[in-house]
């Protein structure tokens, strides 16, 4: 049946309603669209930064832990760095909001790349950059809630922890991790181990085609809210064209050496964000900016950030 309006002022009442309507939603998209393409800017302007080869005692190595420091504090965290010597001196760059609380989150990556005698041009994009960028882009995002809402929270904090010496110490070529970084901020207690919450680690991310499975049973609750999240944001509309990056499966027996080891053997409860499998262009001088894949980038940037913030704000998923 047809449907009619009879009325000619009801029918100018609601074309006109429409036509605002309409205005508001194209404002609203606009909006959205111009702060998307701001925090994209902000993201590739930091990866920038980071994508040059840094090995330890590198120049690249002690620009990027100067940038990191300087990035943190832009940003309004309280920084630190545990500086170490191991023959060469190692320096983890740590920022804290909230340092006075009683508890924290600690989400890492590490910023170090490893020294390839085979490349002096070697990178290393999803080998710990591009994971980088995404927990400063998240701290970015999350800036405004972080200073207000969050900063009066007696109870949590939150500590990002960009490592160093996880793959490199004084020219080893071998595939072997020293992870030295994550061991002695363990050791030093640059952060108290028991005001440690969880810990998060970050690697790998960035190539085509990559999924992302629970490793480890204490925490699968958690990745469970992981898939959810990444599910509701698809639904809203809010992710790229990509395919499903978190799957509610169990990887319990098969981890990847990274910097969350020294954590769990103090029996801290760890997540580790790393793909079911390494990258094509692991090691490789062509894991470079040319070989990332976008749509998981934009979609891992948006679904961390999401979870963060529910982690920070809401306490009864804190209990996950
Ligand atoms: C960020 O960098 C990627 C890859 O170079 C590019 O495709 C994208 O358009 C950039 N985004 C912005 C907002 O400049």
């Not at 690249?60 to 001196?89: C, M, R």
């Not at 939150?158 to 004084?170: E, M």
């Not at 085609?209 to 599910?231: C, G, N, P, V």
């Not at 499966?249 to 029996?267: M, S, T, V, W």
């Amino acid at each position: 049946m047809a449907y009619r309006i009879e009325h000619p002022t009801i029918s100018r009442i609601v074309w006109w309603l429409l036509g605002v309507g309409f205005v508001l939603l194209l404002i609203q998209l606009m909006r959205r669209s111009s702060s998307d393409a701001i925090n994209e800017q902000h993201f590739n302007a930091t990866l920038d930064q980071l994508l040059l080869p840094r090995w330890l005692s590198s120049v690249g190595h002690d620009q990027i832990a100067y940038f990191l420091i300087k990035e943190l504090s832009t940003q309004g965290f309280t920084t630190t760095y545990d500086e170490v010597w191991n023959e060469l001196p190692y320096t983890n760059v740590v920022g804290i909001m909230n340092p006075q609380a009683k508890q924290f989150l600690l989400l890492s990556c590490h910023y170090d790349s490893k020294y390839l005698d085979t490349s002096e041009e070697y990178v290393s994009a999803t080998d710990g950059a591009v994971s980088c960028a995404i927990l400063l882009n998240m701290a970015k995002k999350l800036n405004y809630f972080l200073h207000n809402e969050f900063a009066h929270n007696p109870d949590l904090g939150l500590v990002l922890v960009f490592f160093d010496a996880h793959d490199s110490v004084d020219g080893y070529v071998d595939s072997t991790l020293p992870l030295l970084g994550s061991k002695g901020f363990v050791k030093a207690e640059t952060v108290s181990l028991r005001q440690i919450r969880l810990v998060i680690s970050f690697n790998l991310i960035g190539a085509p085609d990559q999924i992302f499975m629970s490793k480890y049973q204490r925490t699968y609750k958690l990745h469970e809210r992981l898939a959810d999240i990444e599910q509701e944001l698809r639904t809203s509309g809010k992710l790229s064209d990509c395919h499903q990056l978190f799957h509610k499966l169990k990887d319990h027996d098969n981890d990847i050496a990274d910097d969350h080891y020294a954590f769990l053997e103090k029996d801290i409860p760890v997540m580790h964000v790393v793909p079911y499998t390494y990258p094509e262009v692991w090691l490789q001088e062509t894991d470079n900016l040319q070989h990332l894949h976008w749509p998981t980038i934009r979609n891992m940037n948006i679904i961390i950030t999401q979870f963060v913030y529910e982690y920070l704000n809401d306490v009864a998923f804190r209990t996950l």
